[in-house]
């Protein structure tokens, strides 16, 4: 969904947006509409710059995506440390 690269669907990461904020479904088992991102900051931020998240959610408003920034942030700190 940000940068369009292909890869198997168990890879990316879904998200399901609840009461504006877009939050990551890490079991695939929210509820309502979502959307497949990379686990990747990059990709997140090729998202919110192309705002495809608006468009994926059929949201009319903005979206909040800080809690998926915060998880991917973490994902990385644990490639790290
Ligand atoms: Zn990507």
Redesign the pocket.
């Known amino acids: 969904m940000?940068?369009?690269?292909r890869t198997v669907y168990s890879e990316l990461l879904r998200l399901v947006v609840v009461e504006g904020v877009i939050v990551p479904d890490l079991r695939r088992r929210l509820p309502g509409r979502g959307a497949s991102?990379?686990p990747?900051l990059s990709?997140l931020e090729?998202a919110e710059r192309r705002r495809a998240f608006p468009r994926a959610f059929r949201a009319a408003g903005a979206l909040d995506p800080s809690p998926v920034r915060r998880h991917l942030e973490g994902l990385q700190t644990e490639r790290i440390g």
Request: contains cysteine; glycine residues 12%.
């Open positions: 940000g940068c369009r690269v991102l990379h990747d990709c090729l």
